[in-house]
């Protein structure tokens, strides 16, 4: 559903005792814009719930630059549909997700690169002759503004392919759609209909909508959330 529908979906549940709208962009009534408020103010709310739900995954790649330690987010162009203007709109940097190879090579010596805490990092690659040392990177750290560094700082040119989740996005335009799957759209409205609820101090609406956002927030939860999985054995 868009957020025209999500939002006509909230007042249907409401009781609205009025015609759907036919759009969101002007001529609301108070009640209606409050609704447009709630639908929009949720949706954000159930990005920001979990910084790393799977709908909110992107994958992209860039190449380094010979004799250059650090990129930022806005370097590092994401190539996927979880841009802006070819530059992510990163929340997190997935660690486990980055590969580098050479260059122009099809990717043929691609390797995992392993993650360093940003202190370990600095005390290792930003230190003594460590600083001038020049080779193909086979470590990655991330600093506390969330820009790259790489270890040993690169001789050349590297494919950096990574995953990253991006930040909340809003829904503004009346075609507006939520990223995460179709079938968990109505959450939004339920929770929504909860905020009216809240406003009218309407307790039966509220179990109501409470009632509807515990299963389909678990439904989502269970798809769109990782599984913890136990680990090889230690011995």
Known sequence: MNFL??????????????????TLQ????????????????????????????EFMRFSGEFNT???????????????SDGTASGT???GNWKRDS?????????????????????WQY?????YGNMRSARSRPVVFSIDPQKNLYFGIVPDGAYTIVYEFYRTPITLSAD???????ARFHELIAFRALRAYGIFMAAP??????????????????VDQLQVITSGPPLA
């Open 5 to 22: 529908q999500l939002v006509n979906l909230a007042r249907s549940e409401a009781g609205v005792a009025s015609n759907d709208l036919a």
């Open 26 to 53: 002007s001529g609301l009534s108070a009640e209606s814009t409050r609704f447009k408020n709630w639908v929009a103010n949720e949706w954000v709310r159930i990005q920001s719930e979990h910084p790393d739900w």
């Open 65 to 79: 630059v010979a004799n250059q330690a650090m990129y930022t987010p806005q370097q590092a162009e994401a190539t």
């Open 88 to 90: 992510p709109i990163l």
């Open 98 to 118: 980055f590969r580098i190879s050479t260059a122009g090579q099809n990717y043929q010596d691609e390797m995992l690169a392993g993650f360093l805490p940003w």
């Open 122 to 126: 600095r005390n290792l690659y930003q």
């Open 175 to 181: 075609a507006d759609t939520p990223a995460m799957p």
């Open 204 to 221: 039966e609406v509220i179990g109501r909508a409470d009632d509807q956002i515990s299963r389909i927030g678990a439904e989502l939860a």
